[in-house]
């Protein structure tokens, strides 16, 4: 009996903790948008920087009967983003940020769909190396987003800039839709 209850408490306490964490991101969706009130970190006073998106790009694998089977995930961390201003066009410009962060999410997805096995042994360094090249790629995406933008100060750039990015998230699903 005092194992039974050893399990169930573990099991409780495995769930509000990802009660907890649910709570602390949101899930890349294409009808959400990011609010004043999601970016829960304390904003560092000593950077010039009016905010952070903390977007995140994950991935989870396993070999089945030779076979990879992956979960990719883009979310916000609520918890490490901030926001110096409550003003619309920072709340915009960090979900382009965001939406940067998915669509380099759909492009790993391609290539881990397009990676083929040759050795079960390489395939952690393989994926690695493919992650680590896309969040390369992402990272300079990211950079010449906020130069272009001139990191808020032009909106009619931002909005252009967002408005291409929307555009290759929805070319790249529906041609990862049409390619099942």
């Known amino acids: 009996m005092e194992i039974f209850k ?9 769930a509000c903790s990802s009660i907890s964490s649910a709570q602390d991101t949101i899930n890349w969706r294409p009808d959400y948008k990011l609010k004043w009130e999601d970016f829960q970190g304390k904003p ?3 950077v010039i920087a009016l905010a952070v998106c903390a977007s995140e790009v994950t991935y989870q694998y396993k070999i089945v009967d030779g076979k990879l089977t992956y979960t990719i995930n883009c979310f916000f961390d609520k918890k490490r ?7 619309t066009v920072i709340t915009e410009h960090e979900q382009g940020h965001f939406d940067i962060s998915k669509l380099f999410s759909l492009k790993l997805e391609e290539k881990f769909k397009n990676y083929k096995i040759s050795n079960p042994a390489s395939v952690y360094g ?31 750039l931002q909005k252009k800039f967002i ?18």
């Open 81 to 87: 983003s901030w926001i110096k201003y409550n003003m």
């Open 126 to 156: 393989d994926l690695q190396r493919i992650y680590s090249s896309i969040l390369y790629v992402r990272t300079q995406m990211h950079n010449k987003y906020d130069t272009e933008t001139q990191s808020t100060v032009s909106d009619e």
């Open 44 to 46: 560092d006073t000593t």
């Open 163 to 180: 408005k291409k990015i929307r555009d290759q998230i929805r070319d790249l699903e529906k041609q990862m839709r049409f390619n099942q």
């Open 6 to 14: 050893i399990v169930i408490a573990t099991i409780f306490f495995a």
